[in-house]
């Protein structure tokens, strides 16, 4: 978050007398206050409002990130926001496949996926991934209910195909989403609830699908009308050269660009990046006012991005300016 309304100027220091020396831990509750009142702003502009997060990378396999997230989302939930997660599980479907001697293959950064892949993909995403993290959150209170998006047709998808080096290739049973019925969500986002859903989709075929998790989580936040797309990621944000050898050549991570900036930088972009922008792209365009990439390796990055002044990561805009809400 890299923009915002510039605070009130403060009023001059009165003279008076020299300060006294506080109690001890005056200073530490002072800098809580501090970072109380900063996201004072944040907390009444996004109150009410539907935040879609899509959660995965690192944050996903280590313990402590899969704590820090789970409280983010209670935290977001109890200062009157209505998140909702969207979740995938590469490395959990990997080593699955592993342990049963089902190879992995990658194509355009997205995962070739067989029928004997699918039945593992959608009982690892559902049946592991969604109840630990719907377990995660519910420590606090009862909050988050696990759904797939093939409950209540939530996804509805049609097989997808890729192109790798200008030829196409077949991903299996890898879907493109064609309609979102939020109807499901809705009704637990109006209950209080934290709706946990697992990236598969059925098709109109009968077949079930294994989607990409930021393609979906994009899909929802335009269904839903969401003021914000978050997506983690195990990279700062999005680098003006993204393929430079290291990270002084790759220079600063760009913390704010246009839709028709992005679409310019997708060619360039990494396998793996590739599929995260465009999501970014998605939702923008399709009337989610900002969508984001950070860093889920760093604790409690949801709230410094949603929170703070600064913000953190790449925020992805539909024009040149941050929209109003």
């Not at 915002?4 to 800098?31: F, M, S, V, W, Y």
């Not at 996926?113 to 959150?137: F, H, I, K, W, Y």
């Not at 680098?239 to 913390?255: K, L, T």
């Not at 839709?259 to 060619?267: D, G, H, I, R, T």
Request: aromatic share 4%; glycine share 12%.
């Amino acid at each position: 978050m890299t923009a915002t309304a510039e605070p009130a100027p403060r009023p001059a220091a009165q003279a008076g007398p020299p300060a006294q020396a506080g109690p001890p831990g005056r200073d530490e509750a002072l800098a809580k206050a501090a970072t109380l009142i900063e996201a004072l702003p944040w907390l009444s502009r996004f109150h009410g409002r539907t935040v879609v997060l899509k959660y995965g990378g690192h944050a996903m396999t280590d313990d402590g990130l899969r704590h820090a997230f789970a409280q983010d989302v209670v935290f977001l939930r109890h200062a009157g926001l209505r998140p909702v997660v969207v979740h995938g599980g590469g490395p959990q479907i990997s080593a699955h496949l592993d342990r049963l001697g089902v190879p992995s293959t990658f194509k355009a950064g997205l995962r070739v996926t067989s029928p004997e892949a699918m039945d593992v993909v959608r009982m690892v995403l559902t049946g592991q991934v969604n109840r630990d993290l719907v377990g995660l959150v519910n420590r606090h209170g009862p909050f988050a209910i696990g759904m797939s998006g093939e409950d209540a047709n939530l996804f509805t998808a049609s097989r997808r195909g890729a192109m790798v080096d200008g030829e196409p290739v077949d991903l299996g049973l890898v879907g493109e989403i064609d309609h979102v019925d939020p109807g499901a969500v809705l009704a637990l986002i109006k209950d209080g609830r934290v709706p946990v859903i697992s990236s598969v989709a059925r098709g109109a075929d009968g077949e079930v699908y294994n989607v990409n998790a930021d393609t979906a989580a994009a899909a929802l936040a335009v269904a839903l009308d969401a003021a914000k797309l978050v997506v983690l990621t195990d990279v700062e944000g999005l680098y003006p050269d993204w393929n430079g050898g290291d990270q002084a050549s790759r220079g600063e991570v760009i913390s704010r660009l246009s839709a028709a900036e992005l679409e310019v930088m997708l060619p360039g972009l990494s396998a793996g990046m590739i599929p995260k922008m465009e999501a970014c792209l998605r939702a923008v365009r399709g009337g989610v006012p900002q969508a984001h990439v950070l860093d889920g390796r760093l604790p409690h990055s949801v709230l410094l991005e949603i929170f703070t002044d600064s913000g953190i990561g790449t925020m992805v805009v539909p024009g040149g300016e941050e929209p109003a809400q």
